[in-house]
């Protein structure tokens, strides 16, 4: 019997990718999705790729609001756009909250978050994707070893906290669509 081939995903940060960057989304009623990334996250999947969101949520830790009320809003996510799944950081070095005030390795620029995915679903690494629109994304992407692309609908080539170089540069997630094969 032949091995099922592993599938790539596109991991996607979430503020300024799929929704509307506004520094600290606080509820389910702020989170302003784009109106193209449902049909964008469709046409991932019809490449064949998994949709993967991957974001640090450091408002956990510096006490803006609750898990809980982050699954509320990676609920909203996941039923108006279709991703596969939502993983996130609710850690920072600097938070108020205790238990989660700490270095971990999920906090990307780390990879811990692409690797929970990868080990998961059972990814294809070497076929896939980090779209962001911070520096701490693509870096993230570059030390899991997979493509990188920078979006300019987040904060934009300015707001980068440091230089880096992505495989690409585009507006934002309908660009990507011409990249992905």
């Keep these: 019997m032949e091995k099922e081939k592993k599938k790539p995903a596109v ?8 929704t509307k960057e506004k520094s600290y989304v606080l509820s389910v009623k702020e989170l302003e999705i784009f109106p193209y990334t449902a049909e964008c996250i469709r ?8 949709a993967v969101v991957i974001t640090n ?3 956990i830790a ?7 009320e982050l699954a509320e809003m990676n609920d909203r996510l996941i039923k108006e756009t279709g991703v596969d799944a939502v993983y996130y950081c609710p850690h920072h070095p600097e938070g108020k909250v205790k238990e989660y005030r700490k270095k971990c390795s999920c906090r990307k620029p780390e990879t811990g978050l692409l690797k929970a995915a990868a ?7 070497s076929e ?6 911070r520096a701490g994304d693509i870096l993230a992407g570059k030390k899991a070893g997979v493509k990188t692309i920078l979006l300019e609908s987040g904060y934009g080539l300015g707001g ?3 230089e880096v170089t992505p495989d690409y540069i585009l507006n934002d997630l309908r660009d990507v669509m011409e990249v992905l094969i």
């Design 57 to 59: 949520q450091s408002g």
């Design 119 to 125: 080990r998961d679903l059972d990814i294809d690494m």
């Design 43 to 50: 046409q991932i999947h019809k490449k064949g790729y998994y």
């Design 62 to 68: 510096r006490g803006l609001f609750t898990e809980d």
């Design 160 to 162: 980068l906290e440091e």
């Design 11 to 18: 991991f996607l940060d979430r503020d300024g990718v799929l």
């Design 128 to 133: 896939s994707w980090m779209v962001g629109d």
